[in-house]
């Protein structure tokens, strides 16, 4: 049965560890309870493991449905099912021990599927959509569940056909390939290895990537070069090995993440004239000076998923 929670604390769900408390907060535990919340238009969010998202630290005034009960999958051969809610390494540890081959790369971070899907989540040269074969989606604005082919998910970096619609990812379907136990246990080394040296882990509160590469560059080489690694702001520090990751040192705030965010942005907008798009998505309430400052470097970009 859905539990719905009025007044609810969002910290502990954020994998910043940031966040204050939200009007409306529900945990469907079936796909049937995710449509019936959905039909009500009673919602403004849909987020999964909410390891992409900066909440504010003051009150938020909004309804968030987190799909983390929703975490069924079914593996058949090289095919698997996976309900939205599924975090990827449960998944990929499963397919591990299967010898299957294509979600190596989800070993590394906490993301679930359907915001692996809505973001088209990638890392060492493997993407989400790689292995995508359909999804059932649920049309907020019609009311009813259509499938979708790869070729209709529209995949780009970090976008899809659901990041830019009303869409919520139910289930998919992928297909993997037959792969050798130590090809796969190697790959999975060397990603977490690669990871361990060059990434903060969630020992280090955080929310991954910043900002987006810029097309043919990398946001971490430009905020490195503008000498952005070990800045503070409050309780915020840009990560010692990685300046495109901030991470949560000392109990910072939502303002102290997005002045510290900003610094980053006008610094490589005044040095190589490049505005830099944020990748985390701020959820907070209009008006504020926070969300002014998010309105700077957002611009005309979509809000998270309504
Ligand atoms: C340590 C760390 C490392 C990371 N490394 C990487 C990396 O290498 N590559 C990478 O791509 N990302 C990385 N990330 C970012 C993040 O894990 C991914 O963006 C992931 O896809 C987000 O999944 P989520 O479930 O946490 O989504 P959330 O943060 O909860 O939501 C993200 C977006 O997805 C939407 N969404 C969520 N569920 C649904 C649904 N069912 N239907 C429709 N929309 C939905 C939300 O509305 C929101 O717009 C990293 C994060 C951390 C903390």
Not at 165 to 194: H, T
Not at 264 to 272: D, F, H, I, L, Q
Request: proline share 2%.
């Amino acid at each position: 049965m859905t539990i719905i929670y009025n007044d609810y604390n969002i910290k502990k769900h954020s994998t910043f560890k940031i966040g204050g408390n939200v009007k409306t907060v529900a945990f469907p535990e079936t796909i049937e309870e995710l449509i019936n919340l959905l039909s009500s238009e009673e919602y403004d969010y849909i987020l999964g493991n909410c390891s992409n998202i900066l909440f504010s630290s003051d009150y938020i005034n909004k309804s968030i449905i987190l799909t983390e009960k929703l975490n069924k999958y079914f593996i058949n051969g090289c095919k698997i099912n996976v309900s939205c809610g599924t975090k990827g390494p449960i998944v990929s540890s499963e397919c591990r021990k299967r010898n299957l081959s294509g979600f190596e790369f989800l070993i590394g971070f906490p993301g679930s599927f359907g915001g692996m899907i809505c973001m088209n989540a990638s890392a060492h040269n493997q993407s989400i959509s790689d292995t995508f074969i359909s999804a059932n989606i649920y049309d907020v604005k019609n009311k009813k569940v259509i499938t979708l082919k790869k070729e209709e998910m529209n995949f780009k970096y970090r976008n899809s056909i659901i990041s830019n619609s009303g869409y919520v990812l139910l289930n998919a379907d992928f297909e993997l390939k037959r792969g050798n136990e130590e090809d796969i246990d190697e790959i999975m080394k060397r990603n977490i290895e690669f990871r361990k040296t060059r990434q903060p882990s969630l020992t280090y509160p955080n929310a991954g990537s910043i900002f987006k590469n810029p097309l043919n560059d990398s946001a971490g080489r430009l905020l490195d070069l503008c000498e952005m690694k070990g800045q503070t702001e409050g309780g915020a520090m840009v990560f010692d090995k990685h300046a495109n990751f901030i991470i949560n040192k000392d109990n910072a705030s939502s303002k102290d993440v997005l002045k510290l965010m900003y610094r980053m942005y006008s610094k490589v907008k005044e040095k190589y004239t490049i505005s830099l798009k944020p990748e985390i998505i701020y959820i907070g309430n209009k008006g504020t000076e926070e969300y002014k400052l998010w309105e700077l470097m957002t611009e005309n970009i979509q809000m998270a998923q309504k």
